[in-house]
């Protein structure tokens, strides 16, 4: 997507802001006439749905609600006959130059006298104004208002102001960055073998007992030595969830947290990835995979657990 016209090329410059000022006041439709006459059934089908009992809108002297002025215009499904070649053109000036995204902002009516059942609605719209460049929180572009002025028998009843604003999306923030482990003085070990893309298992040298999470004791039997095995990396989901809610910004839900049972009998929680989340099952064999995240703060090496190959009958990434 280019964004060169919207990008000032000097102090003040607004290039594109000034050929699109000269359309206004140039028609956007002309000759418009409404699809039905003001009508009792409209009237009383709008009144329902806004919950409005006021009695001025029905009965023999009934007037139709002032805030119907747009529904006597309104084109429809099959949409209306009549736009013209300026307000295309303008809308066209902005896609090319970027601005191709569009937001309705806000609409103002003028209301000069009541319509009534059996009034013919005629029409006509003027492209009123076109601001100069503006940045928004949606992106950078600009606010086009048209005015819709509404007659009924040649004269005036109301005006419609219905403003768009038409912009250049603003790109989407970078993710945020995945939560880094916390790493001390007990379980730096565990991390600097994942650095080295290897899976460590703390081992009591009195008892020989395997543990994980790392811990500075042994809980079989208290014993505060120990030294590491390298996991063989297989195992299989002893359990799992899927999160879906609350979303956190570094993730994208819905996705499988596993409980991984190794073949040397700890568990550890780790991503369960290569089916989606909703083919994760209790004993599919998984193995280990190191994956470096490059973030802005530095490489991440995390080790994940992937479906051993023709199992979870997945197709397509589990991600997490
Ligand atoms: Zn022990």
Known sequence: MSTEGVRPTGADS???GARLKAYEGRPAAVGGVGKD???APMIR???EAMGDTNPAYSGPDAIAPPTMLQAWTMGGLSGHEGRTGAYDELLGLLDESGCTSVVATDCEQEYLRPLRPGDRVTFDSVIESV???K???LGTGYFVTTRTDVRADGGLVGRHRFRILKYAPARRKPPAPRPRPVVNRDNSGFWQGVAE????IQRCTDCGTLRHPWLPGCNACGCLDWDTVEASGAGTVHSYVVMHHPPFPAFDPPYAVGLIELTEGVRMVSNVTGVPYDKVRIGLPVRVEFRTYEEAEGALVLPVFRVVEGEGEGEGEGEG
Do not use: E, Y
């Not at 893309?197 to 460590?200: E, S, T």
């Open 131 to 133: 601001s100069g460049r």
């Open 37 to 39: 006459p003001v009508n």
């Open 14 to 16: 607004d290039a594109l």
């Open 135 to 137: 940045t928004t929180k």
């Open 197 to 200: 893309h290897r899976l460590l």
């Open 45 to 47: 089908h709008w009144c």
